[in-house]
């Protein structure tokens, strides 16, 4: 089974709300999260990398006040795309890494489209 | 440009044919890994080869990593109907985890 899950799977929102992607590790504890973002027909782009209980560290280009990032918690990772347009419609995926540095576990992804 | 670049971008073959995708990097790596990816859903983790190994098997698939190149390739062997879908590969010289993809190769696998 899924040792990542990411919800929800798929979202519409209209221009402007505020979407909240979720991202839990099932049966280890995830001190490394990554969220990445695929647009149509394209590769993964590395959003940021979260670490349990410090601040996210965005990559270059991505908006850090858009993209509201939270690892409160050894299992629980969220994505916040605040005040989405439709250039936000994307295909959002988490993955997660264990302290020991030895398990790499993706999530099935969150298609979000802003109408 | 992107770490990662692969080629070619889409490859149309029969079943029981070979695919064969590449796959160049820039920078030192740790490891390579190459991943699937069905329209619209998450990636599958097929296979990671160390820097320090030349080739590595798993089922049908078979991948050699040159690091004098920087270069990487994925052959899919008896191809399937099944087996359509992209290929990825991806890197870590950062960190562990901290994954650089490439552009991707798009298989199409006809009966």
């Known amino acids: 089974g899924a040792v990542v899950s990411q919800h929800p799977s798929w979202v519409i929102c209209k221009s402007g709300t505020s979407v909240k992607i979720e991202c839990r590790s099932l049966d280890f504890q995830a001190t490394t999260m990554f969220w990445y973002r695929q647009f149509p027909k394209q590769s993964l782009m590395l959003m940021a990398t979260s670490n349990e209980g410090s601040k996210a560290t965005y990559e270059q280009g991505v908006e850090k006040d858009k993209f509201l990032i939270n690892h409160a918690s050894l299992t629980l990772s969220t994505l916040t795309v605040t005040s989405a347009h439709p250039e936000d419609s994307s295909f959002y995926i988490c993955?997660?890494?264990?302290?020991?540095?030895?398990?790499?576990?993706f999530g099935s992804g969150t298609q979000l489209s802003v109408l | 440009s992107q770490q990662g670049e692969e080629g070619p971008q889409a490859l149309s073959i029969q079943e029981g044919e070979n695919a064969t995708m590449n796959c160049s990097y820039k920078t030192s790596i740790n490891n390579l890994q190459w991943y699937r990816q069905n329209s619209g859903r998450g990636l599958v983790h097929l296979i990671l080869?160390?820097?320090?190994?030349r080739e590595k098997h798993s089922g049908r698939l078979r991948v050699t990593l040159d690091t004098s190149k920087k270069s990487s390739s994925l052959l899919i062997t008896a191809s399937r109907a099944a087996d359509t879908a992209s290929y990825f590969c991806?890197?870590?010289?950062?960190?562990?985890?901290?994954?650089?993809f490439g552009a991707g190769t798009q298989v199409v696998v006809t009966p």
């Open positions: 080869i160390r820097s320090n190994e």
């Open positions: 993955s997660a890494t264990d302290r020991g540095g030895e398990k790499l576990f």
């Open positions: 991806a890197t870590d010289a950062d960190s562990w985890g901290k994954l650089q």
